[in-house]
């Protein structure tokens, strides 16, 4: 074993709601009716116990603390703010035991136009947005882990239309992104959005719910030596050594809360080693334990 590994813990599509909502009249206009509706007849029970999962998980956290913790987004269910309020607060993201952090949104903190426009997410989430950036443009950020530089893009995007959970990068955040890649110091380099490259079993995300421009950050990423892909969206946890849209490993760590999918991923990195440790809610016990581990071998030239 090297003498400095690297240990990341990785979890993500936490959907936390809360009471009151705190609805304004214009609300009822925009795709939060239908998706309050859809929560309503289905999302709520498959998130029933969400709070008693996140509290088990930050508990495991401080209990064997890592080097940082990776959020890929989706905190709330309709990007109200008292959800993320709630969210930030079972997480510790500010409290007197916080975990240094890295955090994203996902298409469910940016629900609506409005919501995007906010800035809610990165209010409450701050903490866990430190690093290096270009200018006062939020994304994309960069931290440094050890060696391992772990590199924030905000991929989400407001959307008006209820049947539309696509995101893009815009072209400004990509030309910061490759100018942010370009300055950094070598090590190896990890990328965090929320969409992923393609789903389990290799093919792409659908139109309506997928990356707009993924070949372009893709491309992007590529050039900027970016030897592994981290993601959320999708809750069920997978991961593809060898995705074929992208010549890098993907990961995604499914939802740590929706009920009978909840886990998250606990990562060791060694040089170009990547371990990974699934670890899954046990209900009867209200607490994680491991459920398996994988081996990846991260890319890149700045290894």
Known sequence: MSPNPVRLVHFSDIHITARPLGWQRGDWFTKRLPGWINYQLGRKFRFRQAEVVLAALVADLQRHPPDRVVFSGDATALGFE?????????????????????????????????????????????????????????????????????????????????????????????????????????????????????????????????????????????????????????????????????????????SATQSGLWSYHDYLIEGSRFQVTRRVFVPGENSFRKEGTFELTLQGENI
């Open 82 to 254: 008292a959800e993320f309020q709630r969210a930030a607060e079972l997480l510790g993201v500010a409290g007197p035991n916080a975990l240094p952090g890295l955090a994203v949104p996902g298409n469910h903190d940016y629900y609506t136009p409005e919501a995007a426009a906010s800035g809610l997410f990165e209010r409450y989430f701050a903490p866990w947005q430190v690093g290096e950036r270009l200018g006062d443009a939020v994304y994309p950020f960069a931290q440094r882990a050890g060696p391992v530089w772990l590199v924030g893009v905000n991929s989400c995007t407001g959307n008006r239309l209820a049947w539309d959970a696509a995101g893009s990068v815009d072209a400004p955040q990509l030309e910061r992104l490759r100018t942010l890649l370009g300055r950094l110091a070598p090590g190896p380099r990890i990328l965090v959005t929320h969409y992923p490259v393609c789903l389990a079993g290799g093919q792409p995300e659908r139109r309506s719910h997928g990356l707009r421009n993924l070949a372009q950050l893709v491309d992007v990423a590529v050039a900027g030596g970016v030897g592994l892909w981290l993601h959320g969206h999708r809750h069920h946890a997978y991961h593809l050594p060898h995705p074929g849209l992208a010549p890098f490993p993907i990961i995604c760590t499914g």
